[in-house]
């Protein structure tokens, strides 16, 4: 292993939290390739990464936070970091980041994920792209960073992420996206941007099924559908072999009703390009009407899935694909802050992106029943809690039982 969480004099306590941080996500990022010629390297790469992913755990969400929180938490840093020149700077922080290979960074965090994914299996994978806005540089003419992620929602987990070229869309990264994911057995969902025929061919060659959303991309598609819908639900279904489930909720002053309709496309005319879509099986109707305290709203969605006709299977996959915005993007932005980050350096916004996704699925893999921010605000407190969520990150789940943690406080 690189510098870092080396061999030293260390009281017990201290050896058994070197043994947790030895064996927790952080194991993954000591040998990255260092960008820097040797002559500049007055901290090592390790530790630099290191304290950048305890930061952004305990709260930090730019640079120097980053250095505040070293500089903070420099005695108990130097327990497991070998810090012959302190702290960095908030300046190499942002310098060291932004000239990080994204590539490379992107592998030790697949590496990780990898490892936990597989032993947890993957039920369903969904895949959707945010836009870091504040990421721009007007007088460099550098466009906004977009990304696309892909998100495991039975476990809260990112299991990927692949930056949009700014020439480009989703349609070009989504596959590069694809080709980092195991996909076997699991339910791949995107939304209309995602529909392609060559995507849904992917998905099925990877050993995966899929659920597309229709809309305006696909209009001949989206509309031979709607259309035949709208059709069988005036002639009241006459004849035709469905699948129906409906689910009510109430919550927050609101009543929601949502209607799954499904049905084999052997049931339909035959469709526009049916052919070009691998193991197309199944069509699905989605009807949600909402009532609030001084309206009703009503929104229909089209889809077609691999899966076969079963109308509770497809309502929990389709709602399961909108966690991806609820737990992922409103946490970057309203707990992470991403929206208002104005990293740019280099590739800076890319790999501080990717630092916070990796923070969201360790914070996620933490069992207590804290909020995210009460997390990286306890973390930022309690050096304990902090080592409670990197050994909730062991791959080999090889938990201490050594009375490491605190007894004294219970979370």
């Known amino acids: 292993m690189a510098k870092g969480f080396g061999p030293r004099t260390l009281n017990p306590q201290q050896a058994r939290e070197a043994k947790i941080l030895s064996r927790s996500v952080l194991q993954y990022f000591q040998n990255l390739p260092d960008p820097r010629v040797e002559r500049t390297r007055h901290h090592s790469l390790s530790t630099i990464i290191t304290i950048a992913i305890l930061a952004v755990l305990a709260g930090a969400d730019g640079f120097v936070a980053i250095e505040r929180y070293g500089r903070a938490k420099q005695s108990w840093l130097e327990t497991f970091l070998d810090l ?8 190499t922080f ?13 592998a030790s965090f697949l590496d990780w994920v990898t490892g936990v994914s597989e032993r947890l299996g993957l039920d369903m994978i969904h895949i959707d792209g945010k836009t870091a806005r504040g990421s721009y540089d007007r007088e460099g003419k550098l466009k906004a960073l977009h990304s696309v992620s892909a998100w495991s929602s039975d476990h809260r987990l990112v299991l990927a992420q692949q930056r949009v070229d700014s020439k480009s869309n989703e349609i070009t990264a989504v596959p590069l996206l694809l080709k980092l994911l195991n996909l076997k057995g699991a339910v791949v969902t995107l939304d ?7 995507i849904a061919r992917q998905i099925r060659q990877g050993g995966g099924d899929y659920v597309l959303a229709l809309k305006g991309n696909q209009g001949t ?9 709208k059709q069988t639900e ?7 072999d469905y699948d129906y489930h409906e689910t009510l909720e109430a919550a927050h002053h609101r009543l929601e009703i949502r209607q799954v309709w499904t049905l084999p496309v052997s049931e339909l005319p035959s469709l526009p390009r049916q052919s070009q879509w ?3 099986n199944t069509v699905v109707m989605v009807r949600s009407t909402r009532h609030l305290w001084n309206k009703i709203t009503t929104e229909v969605r089209f889809y077609i899935s691999s899966l076969p006709s079963n109308a509770a299977r497809h309502d929990q996959v389709v709602r399961s694909h909108w966690s991806v915005e609820n737990s992922l993007h409103w946490v970057l932005d309203v707990t992470f802050n991403e929206d208002a980050s104005r990293i740019r350096q280099g590739y800076g916004a890319e790999n501080f992106g990717l630092l916070r996704r990796l923070c969201v699925s360790l914070l996620n893999r933490e069992p207590s029943k804290l909020s995210l921010k009460m997390k990286r605000y306890t973390a930022a407190l309690d050096n304990d809690f902090l080592l409670k969520i990197l050994a909730a990150s062991a791959v080999d789940e090889v938990l201490p039982k050594e009375g490491v ?6 979370y």
């Open 84 to 91: 012959p020149h302190g702290i960095p700077s908030h300046d």
């Open 94 to 106: 942002g310098r060291v980041i932004g000239a990080l290979d994204p590539q490379a960074l992107a």
């Open 192 to 198: 209309a941007m995602g529909t392609q025929t060559a």
């Open 221 to 229: 598609l989206s509309r031979a559908v709607e259309t035949w819908f």
């Open 234 to 240: 005036v002639d009241g279904w006459d004849g035709i």
């Open 278 to 280: 691998v193991d197309l």
């Open 405 to 410: 943690l605190s007894e004294k406080t219970d």
